[in-house]
């Protein structure tokens, strides 16, 4: 499928609105940290002990989030021309990553609760699911550049809705474990990465 000339500003625009709905997105997740006004010396320093749980949820919630930026940036770059289907999908990919915020509040607030796991891990395992559908219509049109893998395409995604989906049912039985599923992405992102690498050292080779 040969590039159109004008395709570059198109891309450019989509590429535009994904950048900024991701960085909107990830400065969102800073607005439920703060503390009342008016406090004395003690209560502020009670207060901001009190914290604790906010940063910590902020902590994950923006490691997510910048993961699953760094994912849909490799993804569009390996992309050489961005379809209209696939700009759509993107649209509502952007609705799922601008509400993530709101799980993410609740699970820095509710972390023992069921439903705020997962609410989150849902809202996540959804980004990953419709970047998989933006690799299966961007693989049947051939906007793939050459060269591009099948395991390069659809693992990064597939892993992660795995590990999101798997923390679902055990949050309904303890939501304080069910994150360590999420934990388990990062020997497998890693594993996957070694084996690209593997492949493209093979591949250079005579």
Do not use: K
């Amino acid at each position: 499928m040969a590039v159109e000339d004008d395709d570059s500003g198109q891309d450019g625009r989509v590429l535009a609105l994904s950048d900024g709905v991701f960085a909107i997105a990830a400065t969102l997740l800073a607005l439920d940290i703060r503390v009342p006004e008016g406090l004395n010396t003690s209560s502020l320093h009670d207060a901001l002990r009190g914290l604790a749980p906010d940063l910590a949820g902020y902590a994950i919630a923006f490691l997510v989030i910048g993961v699953l930026w760094l994912g849909h940036r490799a993804l569009f770059s390996d992309i050489r021309r961005i379809a209209p289907s696939v700009a759509a999908v993107n649209v509502v990919l952007l609705g799922f990553v601008a509400l993530l915020p709101f799980p993410s509040s609740l699970l820095a607030n509710y972390s023992d609760e069921s439903v705020a796991v997962i609410s989150y891990a849902a809202n996540v395992a959804a980004i990953s699911a419709l970047q998989l559908v933006i690799v299966t219509i961007a693989r049947h049109t051939g906007s793939f550049r050459a060269g591009t893998q099948a395991l390069s395409a659809y693992a990064p995604s597939a892993v992660t809705i795995v590990g999101f989906a798997a923390s679902m049912p055990v949050a309904l039985v303890s939501p304080t474990w069910a994150p360590m599923c999420w934990l388990m992405l990062i020997p497998a992102h890693a594993t996957i990465g070694r084996i690209e690498n593997r492949r493209a050292r093979n591949a250079r080779e005579p």
